[in-house]
C-alpha cells in the first residue's frame, strides 16, 4: 500500500501477558518512530529508528518496552508483562529522513484488562 | 526544553465562520513546525509544514498558517470552516536536528450547524 500500515488494530489482552505491534513503513522511507497516545493527551515519543544507526530509545518508558527493525523496513513493538497503563493507541510514522515530514499510520488501540 | 503548547483544548466555530487555531513553541533555534489533523480512530494527516523561508504556508484543505518568530507563535488559520473539519488538531515541531516530534496536547475542533 501507500500508507504506514499499523497491525492489528485492535489488540485486547490480560494485564502480565506479553504484546507485539507491527509497523510496516512507506517504501523508501529510511527513518521510523512510534509514538503513544493517551487517552484525551497529546502523543508521546517512544523510539526512533534511522537507517543503520543505533536507535533513539529515549523515550520509552520502562524496561518492558522494546522495539526492533529489520533493515529500512518493518518494526515490531514489543510490550512486556502489559499493565494498564499501557492501554493507549501505539501509533507508528515513517519519513524519507531524520528531518523530513512524518506520515502516520492509523494506529493501533492496545487495552489492557 | 524544547516545548510546543496549544493554549486551546476545545473550541466550537459556526459552519462558515473563520478559524484560527493556536500553536506556541519554546525552542533555541528556529525549529521546523508542522500541523497535523486527526479524525476519532484514525492516524495524522498532514496539513502543512513550516521549514523555512517564507512565513506564511499553505497546506490541504484550505488551510494556511503563520510563523511569526517575535510572538514563537505558528496558528492555524482557515477562512470558512466546514462541517468535516471537525476533529482533533495538533501543532509539533522538532528542532534542527530533526528526529523525535514534540506534540502540543491538542484541540479539539467542534463545527455547529
Known amino acids: 500500500g501507500a500508507g504506514v500500515s499499523q497491525s492489528p488494530s485492535n489488540k485486547v489482552t490480560e494485564k502480565g501477558k506479553d504484546v507485539e505491534l507491527r509497523c510496516d513503513p512507506i517504501?523508501?522511507?529510511?527513518?521510523l518512530y512510534w509514538y503513544r497516545q493517551r487517552l484525551g493527551q497529546g502523543l508521546e515519543f517512544l523510539i526512533y529508528?534511522?537507517?543503520?544507526?543505533?536507535?533513539?530509545k529515549s523515550g520509552l518508558p520502562s524496561d518492558r518496552f522494546s522495539a526492533e527493525r529489520t533493515g529500512e523496513s518493518v518494526s515490531t513493538l514489543t510490550i512486556q508483562r502489559t499493565q494498564q497503563e499501557d492501554s493507549a493507541v501505539y501509533l507508528c510514522?515513517?519519513?524519507?529522513?531524520?528531518?523530513?515530514?512524518?506520515?502516520f499510520g492509523d494506529g493501533t488501540r492496545l487495552s489492557i484488562l | 526544553a524544547q516545548s510546543v503548547t496549544q493554549p486551546d483544548i476545545h473550541i466550537t466555530v459556526s459552519e462558515g465562520a473563520s478559524l484560527e487555531l493556536r500553536c506556541n513553541y519554546s525552542?533555541?533555534?528556529?525549529?521546523?513546525l508542522f500541523w497535523y489533523v486527526q479524525s476519532p480512530g484514525q492516524g495524522l494527516q498532514l496539513l502543512l509544514k513550516?521549514?523555512?523561508?517564507?512565513?506564511l504556508v499553505q497546506g490541504i484543505k484550505g488551510f494556511e498558517a503563520e510563523f511569526k518568530r517575535s510572538q514563537s507563535s505558528f496558528n492555524l488559520r482557515k477562512p470558512s470552516v466546514h462541517w468535516s473539519d471537525a476533529a482533533e488538531y495538533f501543532c509539533?515541531?522538532?528542532?534542527?536536528?530533526?528526529?523525535?516530534?514534540?506534540f502540543g496536547q491538542g484541540t479539539e475542533l467542534s463545527v455547529k450547524p
Open positions: 510514522a515513517s519519513s524519507l529522513g531524520s528531518n523530513q515530514p512524518q506520515h
Open positions: 517504501s523508501g522511507h529510511t527513518a
Open positions: 529508528f534511522q537507517g543503520n544507526s543505533a536507535p533513539d
Open positions: 525552542y533555541g533555534a528556529t525549529p521546523y
Open positions: 513550516y521549514f523555512s523561508g517564507d512565513t
Open positions: 509539533a515541531g522538532f528542532g534542527n536536528q530533526g528526529g523525535k516530534l514534540i
